[in-house]
């Protein structure tokens, strides 16, 4: 699995970032049997999971970002985005993007700093 995550960058509190993730080459009946998921992990902390999205849309979403980030995604593009809205200096971190439960190989990821 070979994901690209971008859209990271420097952003103050309370304003909004949308990362975006494609699998350009991976088969589309690959992708589409996948759930898929953002991940993040900050300095000196585990990496965690920050939202999910099944082949058909249902969500999900951890208690620190619920309300706040908004996950989708578009099969026929085999991309997936995070909408980050209201962010917050402890949502600074490295955002990857994996399959859920992710595969053992990860890609680049992409930074995001929020300022306070």
């Known amino acids: 699995v070979q994901l690209q995550a971008s859209g990271g960058g420097l952003v103050q509190a309370g304003g909004s970032l949308r990362l975006s993730c494609a699998a350009p080459?991976?088969?589309?009946?690959?992708?589409?049997?996948?759930?898929m998921a953002w991940y993040r992990q900050a300095p000196g902390k585990e990496r965690e999971s920050v939202a999910s999205?099944?082949?058909?849309?249902?969500?999900n979403y951890s208690d620190s970002v619920k309300g706040r980030f908004t996950i989708s995604r578009d099969n026929s593009k085999k991309t997936v985005y995070l909408q980050m809205n209201s962010l917050k200096s402890e949502d600074t971190s490295v955002y990857y993007c994996?399959?859920?439960?992710?595969?053992?190989?990860w890609g680049q990821g992409t930074q995001v700093t929020v300022s306070s």
């Open positions: 994996n399959t859920n439960p992710p595969s053992k190989k």
């Open positions: 080459r991976m088969i589309t009946s690959v992708y589409n049997s996948y759930e």
């Open positions: 999205i099944t082949f058909r849309g249902a969500t």
